[in-house]
C-alpha cells in the first residue's frame, strides 16, 4: 500500500508509543466515524512527511468514556493550556490524574522540558521526534 492516508496511518500507529495510547485517529477519521465511538482529544501532532499538523482522538466505547469523563475533562484543561503554552497550568491540571492516564503522564513529560517557556514560533503542537 502506498499514498499519504497509508503513511499518515504508519505515524499515528508509531505516535501511540508516545502517548502510551492503543489506538487513535486523525480528525478526518473522526469526522466520519460520527457518534459511532466516544473520542477524546489527544493533541495536534507533527509527522514527517506533512507540513500541517494533525489533531488526533483516542476512540473508546461510550460507557467508558462515560465511567471516566471526569479524568477526560481535566485532560481537556490542561491540553488546553499546552496548547496556550502555559505549561506550568498544564502541569498542574495533569499532576492530578498522571498515575491514571498515560496520555497525561507524556504530557507532563513533555512539558517539563520547556522550562515553562514556549518558544516564539510555538502553536501548540507536539512534534512527532520517533516513530
Not at 502510551?20 to 473520542?39: C, G, I, R
Not at 507533527?46 to 473508546?60: A, L, N, W, Y
Not at 465511567?67 to 491540571?93: C, M, P, R
Request: with cysteine; hydrophobic share 35%; proline share 5%.
Amino acid at each position: 500500500m502506498i499514498g499519504d492516508v497509508v503513511n499518515l496511518a504508519a505515524r499515528l500507529e508509531g505516535a501511540n508509543k508516545q502517548f502510551d495510547t492503543y489506538t487513535m485517529v486523525s480528525e478526518s477519521t473522526l469526522n466520519e466515524l460520527a457518534d459511532e465511538f466516544a473520542m477524546r482529544e489527544l493533541g495536534k501532532i507533527s509527522v514527517k512527511g506533512r507540513q500541517e499538523p494533525v489533531r488526533i482522538f483516542e476512540p473508546m466505547f461510550h460507557t467508558r468514556y462515560e465511567k471516566e469523563k471526569k479524568k477526560y475533562d481535566i485532560f481537556h484543561k490542561g491540553l488546553q493550556s499546552f496548547y496556550t503554552g502555559d505549561f506550568k497550568k498544564a502541569v498542574n491540571y495533569l499532576t492530578p490524574i498522571q498515575g491514571k492516564d498515560p496520555a497525561a503522564s507524556a504530557y507532563i513529560q513533555k512539558c517539563l522540558l520547556t522550562d515553562n517557556i514556549p518558544p516564539d514560533d510555538w502553536q501548540g503542537v507536539w512534534v512527532m521526534t520517533q516513530k
